[in-house]
T-cell receptor, first 114, second 111 residues
Framework: SAVISQKPSRDICQRGTSLTIQCQVD?????MFWYRQQPGQSLTLIAT?????????ESGFVIDKFPISRPNLTFSTLTVSNMSPEDSSIYLC???????????FGPGTRLTVT | QKEVEQDPGPLSVPEGAIVSLNCTYS??????FMWYRQYSRKGPELLMY????GNKEDGRFTAQVDKSSKYISLFIRDSQPSDSATYLC???????????FGTGTRLLVSP
């Protein structure tokens, strides 16, 4: 299974600022995903990031708010822009293993916006 | 109606009990079914993965899929306090389609 790391593991940010979350995978993967998990809620897909193409955003999420980079097959970043307290959440990076069809998750970044 | 329904719990059991966790779904196109375990302040960990109907066993864990009833289950035998976590079901269709998650069931196993 893929090993996924995320930085930072947690952060407390002020309203109106931006935070960039990094996701590193120990093997090359085609598809990487960014999820949000709000307190007491399940996982909501924000966007799918394929290397070499623009990220595909789910309904309710826009590129201006959540810009994503995918410079190579092992790395991606998600930026949470112009943050408000409603953005307080856990942000999770995930990858899809094409050989096994299994999907794995990173440890998450716990974001608190004050 | 949500595509995937899962009782949020909490489900409290004594150590050694058999635990049954369940999800129902409405989309008959779902073919791949997963169970994830999520400890507090951690990311989800893939526990079981099944394709189509049938049973799959891995140690103390058994995953069961009944596509005719649109119902999936995860059984945990000889439950341990270390099994205390939130269990999320997830499923998707063929090719690559996005995973649809249940809300998760919080399990508490007391010593």
């Amino acid at each position: 299974s893929a090993v996924i790391s995320q930085k930072p593991s947690r952060d407390i940010c002020q309203r109106g600022t931006s935070l960039t979350i990094q996701c590193q995978v120990d093997s090359q993967v085609t598809m990487m995903f960014w999820y949000r998990q709000q307190p007491g809620q399940s996982l909501t897909l924000i966007a799918t990031a394929n290397q070499g193409s623009e990220a595909t955003y789910e309904s309710g999420f826009v590129i201006d708010k959540f810009p994503i980079s995918r410079p190579n097959l092992t790395f991606s970043t998600l930026t949470v822009s112009n943050m408000s307290p409603e953005d307080s959440s856990i942000y999770l990076c995930s990858v899809h293993d094409r050989a096994s069809y299994e999907q794995y998750f990173g440890p998450g970044t716990r974001l608190t916006v004050t | 109606q949500k595509e995937v329904e899962q009782d949020p719990g909490p489900l409290s059991v004594p150590e050694g009990a058999i635990v049954s966790l369940n999800c129902t779904y409405s989309n008959s196109a779902f073919q791949y079914f997963m169970w994830y375990r999520q400890y507090s302040r951690k990311g989800p960990e893939l526990l079981m993965y099944t394709y189509s109907s049938g049973n799959k066993e891995d140690g103390r864990f058994t995953a069961q899929v009944d596509k005719s009833s649109k119902y999936i289950s995860l059984f945990i035998r000889d439950s341990q306090p270390s099994d205390s976590a939130t269990y999320l079901c997830a499923m998707r269709g063929t090719g690559f389609q996005k995973l649809v998650f249940g809300t998760g069931t919080r399990l508490l196993v007391s010593p």
